[in-house]
Structures are given as structure tokens and as C-alpha cells.
């Protein structure tokens, strides 16, 4: 699968408006929660784009340490607790 621009945007930020642009060196970190692949970029993407999409998605997840899993699954509750405390607004950087 060829994706010519991956783009980092921290949803939690003051402003919703900054991106990078990420190099293919970056892209090979294994630390990139933050990462979200946009739906819209297969629209219109053969069945072979999208079921390698799917596949890599998929071993991805099978990878995943439980230790890690965990980790995001509680932070999550802290995060919401965060987000109460601020009056429903998601500004911090969280």
C-alpha cells in the first residue's frame, strides 16, 4: 500500500488546526497512537488497497502487548475524568 502523505494531528490541542507532514523514517516508529488513517483516503481505492489496509490494521492490533492495551484503556478513564473537570471541553493537552 502506497500512501503518499501521512498527516499527525493532536486531537487534544489548544488549536485543532496544526499538521506535519511525516517522513517515511517517522512513519517506521512503533510509537504513534496518536495516528489516524482517514476513511476517506480509500474512497474509491481498489479491493486490493482496502483488504491490505484491513490486513495491516488487523496485525497491528494482534500485536499489541495486552500491557498496552490496558494502559490506553485506563488512561482513557482519566482522560474523561479530565474532561468533566473542564467543563466538557477537550483544551488541555491530554
Known amino acids: ?13 489548544p488549536s485543532h488546526q496544526t499538521a506535519r507532514s511525516v517522513d517515511k523514517e517517522e512513519r517506521k516508529e512503533k510509537d504513534y497512537e496518536k495516528d489516524e488513517i482517514s476513511t476517506w ?27 498496552v492495551i490496558d494502559n490506553k484503556c485506563q488512561s482513557f478513564h482519566e482522560k474523561l475524568q479530565r474532561v468533566i473537570i473542564h467543563g466538557g471541553n477537550n483544551n488541555f493537552n491530554g
Open 41 to 67: 483516503q480509500f474512497v474509491g481505492a481498489s479491493k486490493a488497497v482496502v483488504d491490505g489496509a484491513k490486513a495491516v490494521l488487523v496485525q497491528t492490533w494482534e500485536d499489541l502487548p495486552q500491557a
Open 1 to 13: 500500500m502506497n500512501i503518499p502523505h501521512l498527516y499527525l494531528i493532536e486531537d487534544n490541542a
